[in-house]
DNA sequence: GGCGCATGCTCAG
DNA sequence: TGAGCCTGCGCCC
């Protein structure tokens, strides 16, 4: 479930079981044994995440840059490592001690597993919007792209250069909550609103990282911001973790019209149509 | 057990 | 714009 959130939280898991320790790096697959042989047995320094990626820095700056793509999958496990199942491109195994568990993690699927120079560690860097899990990231840096825009913000929000970290689901939920028509033009947005947006996706994603999952459904909290959610069935409220996402054909919670999807850019929008009502521009009205 | 789809992104054309 | 990556899940049989 790659968003920023599960990045982060992937990279929080890898710090706490492997790094500052020589870890056994292998693998099984085949496709990145060269960089393997050459990191393996030394130590790993930290790991962290930017947007959705993720990147696992080996000492002498030796960095790899772990992009999971739609499905790629890196699984931790506590114990020894067991004879690795599947196409496992990366395999990390730390032994036990200092009080730590052995722990083994396998990568399989992603779309990119490299081993960067940080140089390309600051070109790829360098292309990233700011990233709302990241503390001190400036919204305006993204406002700025958004408002100079007249594609759609549903696009915009997905961009990555915009705005790293969010997908799918976040854009469909935070464009809801925000009652945002997602085929409306970036430039037409009022920057007080993407403001407002901005600071809603802080809040969404680390609750994502809190709870291993997208949830942007909480009820008591969100009726000041949501606005009608009172009026909302609590019952069908409280079983879905999600407004819109992937709920087309369904009834919108909050005022029961039916929720839409639409293609764009080859991904699936999902809106309310009367929540999030169709932005008609002036010039098009006069 | 098989099938289709998916939270993403790159590159060819 | 479409193929490719090649995992995991929900759904149907």
Redesign the pocket.
């Known amino acids: 479930?790659?968003?920023?959130?599960?990045l982060f939280r992937l990279a929080q898991t890898l710090h706490e079981h492997f790094a500052e320790r020589e870890v056994r790096v292998s693998s099984p697959?085949g496709?990145f044994v060269d960089a393997a042989a050459l990191l393996d047995g030394t130590v790993l320094e930290s790991a962290s995440s930017y947007?959705?990626?993720l990147f696992t820095d080996f000492a002498e700056d030796r960095c790899v840059h772990v992009?999971?793509?739609?499905?790629?999958?890196f699984?931790v496990h506590e114990g020894a490592a067991l004879p690795p199942?599947?196409?496992?491109?990366l395999r990390l195994v730390a032994p036990g001690g200092d009080g730590r568990p052995a722990a083994y993690g396998?990568l399989?699927?992603?779309?990119?597993c490299e081993l960067i120079a940080p140089e390309e560690r600051g070109r790829?860097l360098d292309?990233l919007g700011p990233d709302p899990l990241r503390p001190g990231s400036d919204w305006t840096r993204a406002w700025d792209r958004v408002s100079r825009s007249r594609a759609p913000v549903g696009g915009l929000l997905?961009?990555?250069a915009v705005l790293?970290?969010?997908?799918?689901?976040?854009?469909a939920e935070v464009l809801f909550r925000h009652r945002v028509d997602p085929l409306r033009p970036g430039n037409t947005l009022r920057r007080v609103t993407f403001e407002h947006l901005w600071h809603d996706l802080v809040e969404l994603l680390a609750d994502g990282v809190r709870v291993g999952?997208?949830v942007t459904v909480h009820p008591p909290r969100d009726d000041a911001l949501v606005g009608r959610v009172q009026q909302a069935d609590p019952q069908l409220l409280g079983r879905s973790p999600v407004f819109v996402?992937?709920r087309a054909g369904e009834p919108c919670f909050v005022c029961g019209a039916v929720v839409r999807?639409q293609e764009l850019?080859?991904?699936?929008l999902?809106w309310c149509p009367r929540c999030q009502p169709r932005f008609r521009s002036r010039a098009r009205a006069a």
Do not use: S, W
């Open positions: 479930m790659p968003e920023g959130h599960t697959q496709r947007g959705k990626h992009h999971l793509g739609l499905y790629g999958t699984a199942v599947g196409q496992v491109r396998d399989r699927g992603a779309t990119a790829l292309r997905m961009d990555q790293a970290g969010i997908g799918n689901v976040y854009r999952r997208i996402y992937r999807t850019a080859g991904r699936n999902f």
